[in-house]
């Protein structure tokens, strides 16, 4: 069964970039047709799907996230990447990375990580 884990630092300064790292064990990330995406949740704003990078390799974004967005993998590590640059408080959330079958939606899919607790602050 596919596991997900979430790597980063947990707290970031203002208008730095956020990274974070998602390590997939039990299945590889270029296979069968899924999407690898990274999910955020707060108490102002709930669920926010920010994007995604497919099997194949393609990304896709939040539009209202799409300028300060950038997903990446490193298929030797089986390993996917978020970068959020500019950071401001508003970017303080729970950070998930998950297996997902569609693009976007407003709930967790069942394959994802625990989650990251990502805090904006100076």
């Known amino acids: 069964q596919v596991q997900l884990q979430e790597s980063g630092p947990g707290l970031v300064k203002p208008s730095q970039t956020l990274s974070l790292t998602c390590t997939v064990s039990?299945?590889?990330?270029?296979?069968?047709?899924?999407?690898w995406s990274w999910i955020r949740q707060s108490p102002g704003k709930g669920l926010e799907w920010m994007g995604a990078?497919?099997?194949?390799?393609?990304?896709y974004y939040n539009p209202s996230l799409k300028s300060r967005t950038s997903i990446s993998r490193d298929t030797s590590k089986n390993q996917f990447t978020l970068q959020l640059s500019s950071v401001t408080p508003e970017d303080t959330a729970v950070y998930y990375c998950?297996?997902?079958?569609?693009?976007?939606?407003?709930?967790?899919?069942?394959?994802r990580g625990q989650g990251t607790q990502v805090t904006v602050s100076s």
């Open positions: 998950a297996r997902d079958s569609q693009l976007g939606g407003s709930r967790l899919p069942p394959f």
């Open positions: 990078i497919a099997s194949g390799g393609s990304t």
């Open positions: 039990g299945g590889s990330i270029t296979t069968n047709a899924y999407y």
